[in-house]
T-cell receptor, first 112, second 115 residues
Framework: DTEVTQTPKHLVMGMTNKKSLKCEQHMGHRAMYWYKQKAKKPPELMFV???????INESVPSRFSPECPNSSLLNLHLHALQPEDSALYLC???????????FGPGTRLTVL | SQQGEEDPQALSIQEGENATMNCSYK?????LQWYRQNSGRGLVHLIL?????REKHSGRLRVTLDTSKKSSSLLITASRAADTASYFC???????????????FGQGTILTVHP
């Protein structure tokens, strides 16, 4: 299995909602990532987990809370988001942090 | 701020022609990678070139790296309509003494290949 899966594909939420994005990989990769991508822009790194520990947090607001329950799963918990947080959220994984990354299809998030 | 700048921002060619995209970056790197993205979907890794390599090939792709000029180029030969996508270069620099690094993407080139 060489795939990174993300659920849901689309998510619409209000500013007072709490929701979670889920990412899963079964390639035995030990590094997992969250990126945010706005329209016509490159992906921007949010978080890096290495061996299930948070190793990089790119000064992301606390309304985004990552969680890595095990080596195959990565969650992004969302709370009290703003309309400007609407974007494509991409998950990726790699064998090690220095290697090529495998991306999921993304979750298209709209915050009303 | 983004590490890489890509040139051109958009490229339109006919099927069968070659497409060349350039990427420049500002700081030292450990490796440089190229990714493709179709219509706002996930990115697909194309090729990784390490800082001590100068050229790499993969199928119809050829990547060069000039660390003295802090630049890289991606050549797609004999392009096909299916190559239509956005192409991003991304650089990584490991934090000193570790294997951790931040992959930083360039602004991307939108390639359109007309049948």
């Amino acid at each position: 299995d060489t795939e990174v899966t993300q659920t849901p594909k689309h998510l619409v939420m209000g500013m007072t909602n709490k929701k979670s994005l889920k990412c899963e990989q079964h390639m035995g990769h030990r590094a997992m990532y969250w990126y945010k991508q706005k329209a016509k822009k490159p992906p921007e790194l949010m978080f890096v987990y290495s061996y299930e520990k948070l190793s990089i947090n790119e000064s992301v607001p606390s309304r985004f809370s990552p969680e890595c329950p095990n080596s195959s799963l990565l969650n992004l918990h969302l709370h009290a988001l703003q309309p400007e947080d609407s974007a494509l959220y991409l998950c990726a994984s790699s064998q090690k942090n220095r290697d090529e990354q495998f991306f999921g299809p993304g979750t298209r998030l709209t915050v009303l | 701020s983004q590490q890489g700048e890509e040139d051109p921002q958009a490229l339109s060619i006919q099927e069968g022609e070659n497409a060349t995209m350039n990427c420049s970056y500002k700081t030292s790197i450990n490796n440089l990678q190229w990714y493709r993205q179709n219509s706002g979907r996930g990115l697909v890794h194309l090729i990784l070139i390490r800082s001590n390599e100068r050229e790499k090939h993969s199928g119809r792709l050829r990547v060069t790296l000039d660390t003295s000029k802090k630049s890289s180029s991606l050549l797609i030969t004999a392009s096909r309509a299916a190559d239509t996508a956005s192409y991003f270069c991304a650089t990584i620099l490991f934090a000193g003494g570790t294997s951790y690094g931040k992959l930083t993407f360039g602004q991307g080139t939108i390639l359109t290949v007309h049948p």
